[in-house]
């Protein structure tokens, strides 16, 4: 029997609901600062086969909303009543996608059939490896990222396996957290086998399975209702992350081709940058609809249409091209602890391609780059304290009515900062300052939000500050249609005196006693003409400390003196800018500017198709020898303007490296 809408959305909150009760349930019994207040875990009901139909709202992480457990669940079994299954392993289902990430699922029966499963993943602060946190750039293998477990039974028949948590506690740096954080996992999923059986029995077992799939079929009419709003077409975007390696990093491109064809969404994202030699991979095993290279999607459709359910019903009307050996779909052993940031760069790319696609109805670029800090120190007595201290993010893109959210960077916004007396409370470190950037934000109409800012000082030595994901301090958050790029973030040790140092984008800083760290996020981009402001609020800017008066009048040509207004100047300023020439839809910021007029597209394509005719294992190398190739050429004006100065420096590069000789190449690797 079919559901009518109103029965149906009763249904969908019902089981929404149960998947809240397991969020809470975590959020409140968890150990560690990155689980109970950051929140950087998921909750998930899914049907037998895997397809994600219920997941929180108010908390948690929201990039898991369209999961796909099937793959992962096809590995292990057969499921009993009372197991619970576990995995961190990236290369085992593609569901946990790094080391850190713990995901567990437990079936549930009801008149001896398997309805569904609950499971979900948290976020631990260190799985053990080279690095406390287990997370660097420096790193180039799976292996060094911590212990890694294949899928296997935790609990078996309600009896927990103690010797997988004791394997765990060796191997970790901080085994208590570990620990209180999975068992407060598994009694999440005790709460959502609970809540999700009531919802069962209460509507009945077949008009149960009937709603999963109403729920999953409405999702995807919906999602492919907004989808025919967008015009039929390509559309092209890429964006870059600043560094591909923790040394003589190169600029790391994401390229997507978006196809829109009645409904129907073809991601295709040829021409990315191939495997890297560093942490900064996505492992997603070419599977069309991995949820990681569909969070951007997910956030343009619930952009459009607020009311849509979000599970994996709302993926079906896409689908991913994701080239095999490329960064978006690497081969094992790569390592992957850093595919956060990828994603970041993923999302705002399918967030421009979109914007190309429907210009009035997006926002720009958010500002990226949220850099999630973790200390490792001692306490008085000695004692290795370690522990996140929260994420400091930027601010998101201005949008076609409002400026953009503060300190709030849309793409990792589920990440929730920690109270400064928490941190203080858990970690011996003192924190100085923490609140906004000023003047951060891309000016336009709609202004980009401010990104945030965190000073802590530190007292012991060897002590260890990881910032993971740190990136935008070249490149910034576009803006469009007019609006201006964002600024840029900042990481800075001893802000101020003598010894101040830039760090840029390293993630391992080691401190001396008494060492402050300056993190700082980038703003997101401006939407439209900043001209066009309302000069009422540039002073109410002002006044707050958003916005300096000398940008006021260079950016928004609004004039203040004194604390007021200057009405007869501003429309004076404003009035000889109106012959102008025509805005760009993107607003870039010099650095991508200057890269993009080197390596053009032509360019770019270029390096793609002579890179995927080469092995896997020499891409990363040979990618950067072109990029120094090339600066070369250019720095004593050899190379000539298109794209065959690839072609001529890859011929070179061939007859350098015998072994990668057409004869050579045809045996197996």
Wanted: proline share 6%; glycine share 10%.
């Amino acid at each position: 029997m079919d559901f009518d809408r109103a029965e149906l959305q009763v249904f969908a909150n019902y089981c929404v609901a149960a998947a809240e009760s397991m969020a809470f349930t975590l959020a409140r019994t968890a150990h560690s600062t990155f689980v109970k207040e950051t929140e950087d875990f998921s909750c998930t009901i899914m049907t037998p086969d895997g397809q994600t139909f219920a997941s929180p709202r108010t908390l948690g992480a929201t990039w898991y909303a369209g999961l796909d457990y099937g793959p992962l669940l096809q590995l292990v079994g057969p499921y009993e009543p009372g197991d619970v299954w576990f995995t961190n392993d990236a290369y085992s289902g593609y569901v946990a996608t790094h080391t850190p990430d713990v995901v567990m699922w437990k079936p549930v029966f009801l008149e001896g059939q398997l309805i569904c499963f609950v499971g979900g993943h948290i976020h631990n602060t260190d799985m053990g490896g080279a690095v406390p946190a287990s997370l660097s750039r420096t790193l180039t293998e799976v292996h060094q990222e911590g212990i890694r477990f294949p899928p296997m039974r935790i609990v078996r028949s309600g009896v927990v396996e103690e010797s997988l948590l004791s394997l765990m506690a060796t191997n970790v740096r901080a085994p208590e957290q570990n620990q209180g954080d999975m068992k407060a996992q598994l009694a999440s999923l005790a709460t959502g086998e609970r809540k999700i059986l009531e919802v069962a029995k209460r509507f009945g077992l077949q008009r149960f399975r009937d709603g999963v799939e109403a729920l999953l079929r409405y999702s995807e009419q919906q999602a492919r209702t907004v989808a025919r709003t967008i015009p039929d077409g390509e559309y092209f975007f890429a964006d870059y992350a600043d560094e591909d390696a923790a040394i003589d990093g190169k600029p790391m491109r994401v390229a997507l081709t978006l196809r829109v064809r009645d409904g129907e969404l073809e991601l295709d994202f040829t021409g990315s940058d191939p495997q890297l030699s560093s942490s900064l991979n996505v492992p997603t095993g070419g599977r069309e609809r991995h949820v990681l290279p569909l969070v951007g999607l997910n956030y343009v459709l619930y952009s459009l249409n607020p009311d849509l359910l979000l599970n994996a019903g709302m993926l079906r009307i896409a689908r991913c091209i994701l080239p095999e050996g490329s960064v978006l779909n690497p081969q094992p052993p790569a390592a992957v602890g850093m595919r956060s940031l990828t994603c970041m760069v993923l999302q705002v790319v399918v967030l421009g391609a979109f914007s190309r696609a429907a210009p009035h109805r997006l926002p720009a670029c958010p500002s990226s780059g949220m850099s999630i800090l973790n200390v490792k120190t001692m306490d008085r007595d000695g004692r290795t304290v370690m522990a996140s201290i929260g994420p400091i993010g930027g601010g998101a893109g201005g949008g076609p009515s409002a400026d953009g959210s503060d300190g709030s960077g849309a793409n990792s916004a589920f990440l929730r900062n920690t109270p400064v007396e928490i941190n203080e409370a858990e970690v011996p470190i003192r924190i100085r300052r923490y609140g906004l950037v000023p003047s951060s934000g891309g000016a336009g109409k709609y202004r980009g939000g401010l990104g945030t800012v965190m000073e802590f000082q530190v007292f012991s030595p060897n002590t260890l500050v990881t910032a993971r994901n740190r990136d935008r301090s070249h490149f910034s958050a576009w803006g469009v249609l007019g609006g201006l790029a964002g600024r840029t973030s900042t990481f800075i040790r001893n802000p101020g005196l003598p010894s101040e140092e830039n760090l840029g984008n390293i993630d391992l800083v080691n401190c001396r006693p008494g060492d402050i760290i300056r993190c700082e996020g980038g703003g997101g981009g401006g939407y439209e003409d900043p001209f066009e402001r309302v000069p009422a609020k540039v002073l109410e800017d002002v006044r707050r400390g958003y916005v300096t008066v000398a940008d006021a009048r260079e950016l928004y040509g609004v004039t203040i003196s004194n604390g007021l207004l200057d009405e007869v100047e501003t429309s004076c300023i404003r009035r000889e800018r109106a012959e102008r020439t025509a805005l760009e839809h993107f607003s870039y910021g010099a650095v991508r500017v200057a890269h993009e007029r080197k390596w053009t597209e032509a360019r770019y394509m270029a390096l793609t198709r002579r890179l995927a005719e080469l092995p896997v294992s020499w891409r990363f190398f040979l990618k950067h020898q072109a990029f120094d190739a090339l600066d070369a050429s250019l720095a004593v004006g050899e190379a000539p303007d298109g794209p065959e100065v690839v072609d001529d420096i890859f011929d070179a590069l061939i007859l350098q490296y015998p072994e990668l000789s057409p004869e050579r190449q045809l045996r197996p690797e």
